[in-house]
């Protein structure tokens, strides 16, 4: 099996995380601030305005 490297680096390491930690995303997306812009996003992802509340549960959402 392979080392970890945790266990190869334990002399230089002062700690180790052993959860997921926070992501922290800054910015914005002004093309969805107003109705026209998601829209016009959804329509270019195919969607169907009245269907997206089942787009919006699905795990497969992704911004292009």
Known sequence: ???????????????VLNCLDRIVITGS?????????????????????FDYAKFGESDAVSCR
């Open 1 to 15: 099996m392979a080392e970890l490297l945790s266990e190869r680096y334990v002399q230089d390491l002062d700690g």
């Open 29 to 49: 997306l002004p093309p969805f601030f107003y109705a026209q812009g998601m829209t016009g996003y959804l329509h270019q992802q195919g969607i169907r305005v």
